[in-house]
């Protein structure tokens, strides 16, 4: 709470001395490094391209009102999944022209509906080889009814489909990657950390997101908790 002057934006931490810096302001969410790059999710300006001395070089402007999430970077194809959470959908850009070139549609009941969004509510993604892995509340796309179905999904960029549901049973999950070979994700509102089939590593009393692994140590974001409503 002292910090709480600081506003919302990207900051480098020391994990030694629990110094911390900002070094971005805005309304940041996801964020990945490429090279000396470093490509912020900012649910106002979009996509703010970083260089390595965290000066802003160039954005990626997106869909007015699409509440961006998670990113992922294609360095071969030189693209970057982003995912568009109220729109029910991942939006695949152009690295070299810095446009939308692509669109991946979670189903088709946001384009069914002018009013009613975050049918599934995706938010972070993580790309391996030809699959894209998507964490999400409502794999049914039921959250309107407070149907909180979530899941682990993957989709086939080569052969353009969902493959299927890798996890379920998900209580609002975030922060999926491939940490030593092996699919790991945060069940935030249970406060896990899930590594592969049926394995939790351990549990945290407050609501999780971000996570990150520096071939030691995991290194997990905690919060307090918005949804005790929810909890009971």
Not at 118 to 144: E, P, Q, R, T, V
Not at 213 to 218: A, E, I, L, M
Request: charged fraction near 25%; proline fraction near 2%; hydrophobic fraction near 35%.
């Amino acid at each position: 709470p002292r910090h709480d002057r600081l506003g919302g934006g990207l900051f480098l931490l020391d994990s030694r001395t629990g110094e911390f810096e900002k070094k971005l302001s805005g309304v940041t969410r996801g964020f990945a490094w490429h090279d000396d790059t470093c490509f912020v999710v900012d649910a106002q300006k979009g996509v703010r391209i970083i260089d390595n001395d965290f000066e802003e070089r160039d954005c990626i402007h997106l869909p007015h009102g699409s509440v961006p999430h998670g990113l992922a970077i294609d360095s071969e194809n030189k693209l970057v999944y982003v995912t568009l959470s109220r729109h029910d959908r991942i939006g695949v850009f152009s690295l070299e022209s810095l446009s939308e070139v692509d669109s991946i549609m979670l189903s088709q009941k946001f384009e069914r509906s002018e009013r009613v969004r975050y049918h599934h509510h995706a938010n972070d993604i993580c790309l391996d080889g030809d699959s894209l892995f998507i964490s999400m509340f409502s794999s049914s796309g039921n959250l309107k009814r407070e149907w909180f179905d979530g899941a682990i999904l993957e989709y086939d960029l080569h052969e353009q489909c969902f493959v299927g549901s890798i996890a379920n049973n998900l209580w609002q999950p975030h922060s999926v990657k491939i940490i030593n070979g092996k699919l790991s994700f945060l069940d935030s509102m249970r406060g896990a950390l899930r590594i592969a089939a049926h394995n939790v590593e351990t549990r945290f009393n407050g609501f999780v997101r971000g996570l990150d692994h520096d071939g030691s140590y995991y290194f997990i974001g905690q919060s307090i908790h918005r949804y005790f409503d929810r909890m009971k």
